[in-house]
């Protein structure tokens, strides 16, 4: 390759995905929620950044979460959380969040990414409960290629644990925004319990088109 050449792709590429970050660093994905289920509960959804961009693969972020999550490796997850504790600190600020909660996870690992993060930024807000049961084998929502799929696995596997629990304004984190179905389903189970009035989702990775379903992580 000519560096000088693939190197004006690569910065025209990169200004190409940066221009939907907000000033404050984040990419709001609610129109394409809308796009992909239709019927969406979130009243906001974002995510950090994408999981990976045309011809050059997994952003930062997206190879960092990958290898994190894949190796369950402490010293990557020291690398991915300053990348991840001030946007979330910054969102709940902004935003008005007065709880939030984390997804549970489908996998069991000995090192439970988000439960890792979790842990290390400690959020000064109430933290809602979530457990995720199985009524017999697992399914991992990256083995499901149909969004219909993804709808109901979610909607049948994702409980709350506090059931008392109430905020205005919650938060719920999730590592990887696939087709937004395990996000979405939550939200929708939250509101008809009438656990939290509005309900804000990030992502810390995001597919760019059209909510493409991740299968890697």
């Known amino acids: 390759m000519d560096p000088l050449k693939e190197s004006t792709i690569y910065l025209q590429t990169i200004q190409k995905y940066e221009r939907f970050h907000d000033v404050d660093g984040y990419i709001n994905g609610t129109q394409k929620l809308l796009d992909s289920l239709g019927e969406v509960y979130l009243d906001t959804c974002f995510y950090l950044d994408f999981y990976s961009i045309e011809k050059y693969g997994k952003t930062k972020l997206g190879t960092l979460l990958f290898h994190a999550k894949q190796s369950q490796d402490k ?15 910054k969102l709940i600020e902004r935003e008005n969040i007065t709880g939030y909660a984390f997804i549970p996870p489908s996998i069991d690992r000995k090192v439970q990414l988000l439960k890792e993060i979790e842990k290390d930024i400690a959020l000064k807000i109430p933290r809602l409960d979530l457990k995720k049961i199985w009524r017999g084998t697992p ?3 990256k083995s499901l290629s149909s969004i219909g799929d993804r709808v109901k696995n979610a909607r049948d596997t994702i409980f709350v644990e506090n059931k008392d629990f109430y905020t205005d304004t919650i938060l719920l984190v999730d590592d990887a925004l696939g087709s937004g179905a395990t996000l979405n389903e939550t939200a929708k189970k939250l509101k008809d319990a009438g656990m939290a009035r509005k309900v804000i989702g990030l992502a810390l990775v995001g597919s760019f088109k059209g909510f493409d379903i991740i299968r890697e992580i």
């Open 75 to 89: 010293k990557l997850l020291s690398l991915l959380e300053p990348l991840i504790e001030k946007p979330i600190s």
């Open 139 to 141: 399914i991992p929502q």
